[in-house]
């Protein structure tokens, strides 16, 4: 998996690449003395700012998702909220994920565009189905304010899955809770569980093999992000900071 937190995208043709892919590349190219290239499309790195600035001028004239995006970001840095919304409302119709979950963070708090908490519910949906695992957890968290408990566990055993630490951490609350309630009435918590089934629907209880199996799908979305040339950029970034 690629976080944009740590791929950085190319001004020539806006694709990203992570940071330990990128690292190895570079290191390959400096070790070999090779002309510095796009891994992509093979397009010579710029070797100058403003160079850099005129691909990516390209780039938004030709709507490039990830190009608005650093617009939007950039209008976000410089406090122009309503130039950051009209970016990302631009990039979220272009199907981009990100652009939804920011979108529903300016809906959420105002910023740039009336507040509305419909439409940031809205694009908070969309990340989520998009795969954003954020948004998984503010979905859960939206039910919470409900009081719906069992979208609120089902949303974030999503999340969960898909990497995030928050609602791992929420479902192991929930899970403790639903253990003391258990104890309260003198059942096993795993009997307990099939009671509420059994007489009611369900309403956040899951069994203790349900918490396993998001543990395991947890542990397997952080081991995927990890590789020993991400560790390597890691490492050598770390070094250049000291």
Wanted: net charge neutral; aromatic share 8%.
């Amino acid at each position: 998996p690629i976080y944009k937190e740590k791929s950085p995208a190319t001004t020539c043709c806006s694709k990203k690449i992570c940071h330990g892919c990128n690292y190895a590349i570079q290191k390959r190219e400096y070790e070999g003395k090779l002309q510095p290239t796009c891994p992509f499309c093979r397009h010579s790195t710029p070797n100058t700012k403003e160079e850099a600035e005129r691909n990516i001028s390209k780039r938004i004239e030709a709507n490039d998702p990830s190009a608005l995006s650093r617009v939007g970001t950039k209008c976000l840095r410089e406090g122009d909220d309503k130039g950051a919304f009209e970016c990302f409302t631009k990039v979220a119709a272009l199907g981009d994920i990100g652009a939804h979950y920011l979108l529903s963070c300016l809906y959420k708090l105002g910023q740039g565009v009336e507040r509305d908490d419909k439409k940031s519910l809205y694009h908070t949906e969309q990340a989520a189905i998009g795969g954003h695992p954020s948004e998984w957890h503010d979905l859960g968290r939206n039910e919470f304010k409900r009081f719906r408990t069992d979208r609120e566990v089902k949303h974030y055993m999503i999340a969960a899955t898909l990497g995030n630490d928050d609602s791992l951490d929420a479902l192991k609350l929930i899970y403790r809770q639903r253990q003391m309630v258990a104890a309260t009435v003198g059942v096993g918590y795993d009997h307990s569980v099939e009671l509420m089934k059994e007489h009611s629907p369900p309403s956040g209880f899951f069994s203790e093999d349900e918490l396993s199996e998001v543990l395991r799908g947890h542990q397997a979305a952080v081991d995927a992000t990890k590789s020993a040339q991400r560790d390597e950029a890691a490492e050598a970034k770390l070094t250049e900071q000291n």
